[in-house]
């Protein structure tokens, strides 16, 4: 089976089967991956450096308004964001906020998490001041846990199309592989989103 293939039956399962489906279907999984997070951040300390998950991308032909355009249809909950990333099951409403239902880095299974904004939080390594910071905040499980997790995009537009400076910083004792896995996500969230919204335009 070719990669474009697998990729069209990802999504179709997701899509036909529905979010309320999956979240059944996940069940278990759902209740072990917050488990897991609430456990690693049981021994949360602030003063503990952070891991660093960095995924640093570059992409020609296209502009920061096309990833805009990507973005717009992933927070309106379009199934392009499911095209997008293989790890990213559905949206859903988790205490009347609207929250991911995704699985990060490849490890374990999917859970309901949210990013909540924060321009002003401290992001625990220097930026190069020519990117352009497009996502900060911190991330919570669906029942509020905070998961200690920064969550900090960056991006500069260049002559031949943009650059992306996508970070994650984890607490102590998130396990290493989901950490490194996190990159190959964050690469392929971000440049689908682009390769989406060109099609779209």
Not at 64 to 69: A, P, S, V
Not at 87 to 107: C, I, W
Not at 140 to 157: Q, R, S, V
Request: glycine share 8%; hydrophobic share 40%; aromatic share 8%.
């Amino acid at each position: 089976m070719s990669k474009e293939d697998a990729a069209e039956i990802s999504v179709k399962a997701r899509v036909d089967l529905g979010t309320d489906k999956l979240l059944e279907l996940y069940k278990d999984e759902i209740q072990r991956t917050d488990q897991m997070w609430k456990e690693i951040v049981s021994n949360f300390n602030e003063n503990d450096p952070y891991q660093e998950c960095i995924t640093h991308m570059k992409v020609t032909g296209v502009t920061m308004d096309d990833l805009g355009e990507g973005l717009m249809l992933a927070m309106a909950g379009h199934d392009s964001s499911l095209a997008a990333n293989p790890e990213h099951y559905g949206h859903v409403m988790a205490n009347d906020v609207p929250t991911g239902f995704e699985g990060m880095g490849m490890f374990g299974g999917p859970n309901l998490m949210r990013i909540n904004f924060a321009p002003d939080i401290t992001v625990p390594i220097d930026i190069d001041e020519d990117f352009l910071p497009f996502t900060i905040g911190y991330s919570e499980l669906g029942d509020g846990t905070d998961m200690h997790t920064i969550a900090a995009h960056y991006i500069k537009e260049t002559d031949e199309g943009i650059e992306m400076l996508l970070t994650v910083f984890f607490p102590q004792g998130t396990p290493q592989e989901l950490v490194d896995g996190h990159k190959v996500h964050l690469a392929s969230e971000f440049l689908g989103l682009v390769k989406i919204a060109t099609e779209q335009l």
